[in-house]
């Protein structure tokens, strides 16, 4: 029996994702939802054409509208929403009811841990729910429980990642990928991390340090929130620390802690010229579309550090991904490592592979296994490094 799927949200993930499902999973058909419809429906052509299929059905769709949505969803068996974070805890409440598995991208832990709360109703439901299955949040976790599969024992994990353009232009050495609404939340929130075995909250834009990546040169990589998503909670006691980093081309940091530092970003309106403004909207909708001018072929970098033991001796495993945008289908590396990462766990909620209820991402899929499956992906470089100390 072949599934249904439904992707919520035709824009740039949401259209790889739909396109890596046609591929992959052998799809019965696979509805790309949103509330333009022309959007919709250049994204579904697009996948349509690229895979000379038939099989992607554009939708227009209110997912906010909880009367619409659920009239949608009836028939899908999984969903995947590939709209703003704050939305999912909504989307999922509604696929309870029409008995919908799910997956998101997530991107913020404190929105995760609302959807996790319905676990009980998904249960008794019998629906998987899984959130924060993009790039990061998802899968650098992947990598870190990967690195945690290959030892025995683990004492630190450390994760790195960066979508960045191929040619950086300054000041900011960088280009908007996605939401101007989540990169700021990224920049903004605490990070949750693992310090010597207990769950610690640290600030955003700190912990400066240099990485060398072999194909970006030297880069600086700081601390960002929803990357480590709930690992920090599930391997506490387990492993001693486990931290997730931002990594970005030198004086990135700098640039973004000003606006960070002056209120740019708060969140509690303030009067001018006698109206009410939020800052942080303000900054959103004026330095995102500025952000979007620029436009350039990506780059991603990926990099989990562990550090353990094996058969009782002292083991460093280092695992390093790589990719760019892939010339032949036009889809950025953004695009590919967060559209592709949630539709592999989209698959294999699809396969029954995951139990029912709120499932924390990394209780969905082993480590290594997401790697596996992200080899069959063309042009993606996976790079996995040992040194045993004799």
């Known amino acids: 029996m072949k599934d249904t799927y439904a992707v919520l949200g035709a824009g740039m993930q949401g259209t790889a994702a739909a396109y890596?499902?046609?591929?992959?999973?052998?799809?019965?058909?696979?509805?790309?939802?949103?509330?333009?419809?022309?959007q919709a429906q250049q994204s579904a052509a697009r996948v349509n054409s690229l895979l000379d299929s038939d099989?992607?059905?554009p939708v227009q769709l209110n997912a906010l509208d909880k009367d619409e949505l659920s009239r949608f969803l009836i028939d899908i068996d999984v969903v995947l929403s590939c709209v703003p974070?704050?939305?999912?805890?909504q989307i999922a409440a509604v696929a309870i009811e029409t008995i919908t598995d799910?997956?998101?991208l997530g991107g913020n832990t404190e929105v995760t841990m609302e959807t996790l709360k319905l676990n009980e109703a998904a249960v008794e439901a019998g629906v998987t729910l899984v959130p924060d299955t993009g790039l990061a949040p998802g899968l650098v976790n992947n990598v870190g429980f990967a690195l945690i599969e290959a030892m025995d024992t683990t004492e630190t994990v450390k994760l790195y990642c960066g979508v960045l353009p191929q040619n950086p232009k300054p000041p900011f050495n960088y280009m908007l990928t996605f939401n101007v609404e989540g990169l700021v939340t990224e920049?903004?929130?605490?990070a949750v991390v693992l310090r010597s075995g207990k769950v610690q909250k640290v600030d955003t834009l700190s912990e400066l340090e240099t990485v060398h990546i072999k194909q970006m040169g030297e880069m600086e990589a700081f601390t960002t929130s929803g990357g480590t998503s709930t690992a920090p909670y599930t391997l506490e006691g387990k492993v001693a620390n486990y931290e997730y980093k931002t990594l970005r081309f030198p004086g990135h940091c700098q640039f973004m802690r000003i606006f960070k530092d002056f209120g740019f970003?708060?969140?509690?309106?303030?009067?001018?010229?006698?109206?009410e403004v939020v800052p942080k909207d303000v900054f959103n909708t004026v330095f995102g579309p500025e952000l979007e001018k620029y436009k350039e072929p990506d780059q991603c970098a990926v990099r989990g550090v562990g550090y353990g033991h094996r058969g009782g001796k002292p083991i460093m495993v280092q695992i390093d991904l790589y990719d760019r945008t892939d010339p032949e289908t036009g889809f950025t590396a953004m695009e590919r490592l967060t559209g592709f990462s949630c539709?592999?766990?989209a698959q294999q909620v699809a396969a029954g592979n995951v139990e029912k209820g709120a499932i924390r991402y990394e209780n969905a899929m082993k480590g290594q296994a997401f790697l596996d499956a992200l080899?069959?992906?063309?042009?993606?470089?996976?790079?996995?490094?040992?040194?045993?100390?004799?």
Request: aromatic share 10%; proline share 3%.
């Open 187 to 190: 920049y903004d929130y605490e």
């Open 102 to 104: 799910m997956v998101d």
């Open 20 to 38: 890596d499902l046609v591929r992959f999973a052998n799809p019965d058909t696979v509805y790309l939802a949103d509330m333009s419809l022309e």
């Open 85 to 89: 974070y704050w939305m999912h805890p």
């Open 343 to 345: 539709s592999i766990i």
């Open 265 to 275: 970003w708060n969140e509690n309106k303030v009067n001018v010229r006698g109206t």
């Open 375 to 390: 080899r069959e992906r063309d042009g993606i470089s996976i790079r996995i490094q040992e040194t045993i100390e004799r």
């Open 55 to 57: 099989i992607c059905k």
